[in-house]
Antibody, heavy 122, light 108 residues
Framework: QVQLQESGPGLVKPSETLSLTCGVSVDSISGSYYWGWIRQPPGKGLEWIGSIYHSGSTYYNPSLKSRVTISVDTSKNQFSLKLSSVTAADTAVYYC???????????????WGQGTLVTVSS | EIVLTQSPGTLSLSPGERATLSCRASQSVSSSYLAWYQQKPGQSPRLLIYGASSRATGIPDRFSGSGSGTDFTLTISRLEPEDFAVYYCQQYGYSPGTFGQGTRVEIK
């Protein structure tokens, strides 16, 4: 069974850059998937942030595109998220996930990490 | 982007009752690319349904999905105690994929 695990700082100061990594196990990140990041503000709904293919091809939510960078490290079987110029509105649980559809940017997600809460506060 | 509106916001039911959750899209969802998830407090979302009506692996058959175009429904035929949770729909026919705001199913 595919396992994903998010890691990174739980507290980020306003205007700084949020950085998270998702480690993937029991599956190769070089498979035919657009691995995704999704976030959920406390008590609110889910928002797709963006997705990346093992080749480095990325797609971002237009609402966040100017601040988001997703990258992949196939040698470590992991992918990463950077979100710049954060504000309190970026406080959320951040999930990494594997889509159910192969080679498609848009998909449902059938495997999720446990999520990590990132709080933006000084 | 496609906006998904879920109703009702909260559904209060008793174990054994039937739950009917609605998800309406602001425009037609391509090829019924609609999914449903269940989320319990402190847990990640769990995929229930994809393609509007296909159950994900290991999902009990009391969960069923239906609909097409702009109107979709998740039905739980007989609520079990473990089914009380928040449910989200998601469309993945157009980028960006978007989620509904959720329906909470609570114990009456």
């Amino acid at each position: 069974q595919v396992q994903l695990q998010e890691s990174g700082p739980g507290l980020v100061k306003p205007s700084e850059t949020l950085s998270l990594t998702c480690g993937v196990s029991v599956d190769s990140i070089s498979g035919s998937y657009y691995w995704g990041w999704i976030r959920q503000p406390p008590g609110k709904g889910l928002e797709w942030i963006g997705s990346i293919y093992h080749s480095g091809s990325t797609y971002y939510n237009p609402s966040l595109k100017s601040r988001v960078t997703i990258s992949v490290d196939t040698s470590k079987n992991q992918f990463s998220l950077k979100l710049s110029s954060v504000t309190a509105a970026d406080t959320a649980v951040y999930y990494c996930a594997r889509p159910g559809r192969t080679a498609m940017v848009t998909s449902y997600f059938d495997y999720w990490g446990q999520g990590t809460l990132v709080t933006v506060s000084s | 982007e496609i906006v998904l509106t879920q109703s009702p916001g909260t559904l209060s039911l008793s174990p054994g009752e039937r739950a009917t959750l609605s998800c309406r899209a602001s425009q037609s969802v391509s090829s019924s690319y609609l999914a449903w998830y269940q989320q319990k407090p402190g847990q990640s979302p769990r995929l229930l349904i994809y393609g509007a009506s296909s159950r994900a692996t290991g999902i009990p058959d009391r969960f069923s999905g239906s609909g097409s175009g702009t109107d979709f429904t998740l039905t739980i035929s007989r609520l079990e105690p473990e089914d009380f949770a928040v449910y989200y729909c998601q469309q993945y026919g157009y980028s960006p994929g978007t989620f509904g705001q959720g329906t909470r199913v609570e114990i009456k």
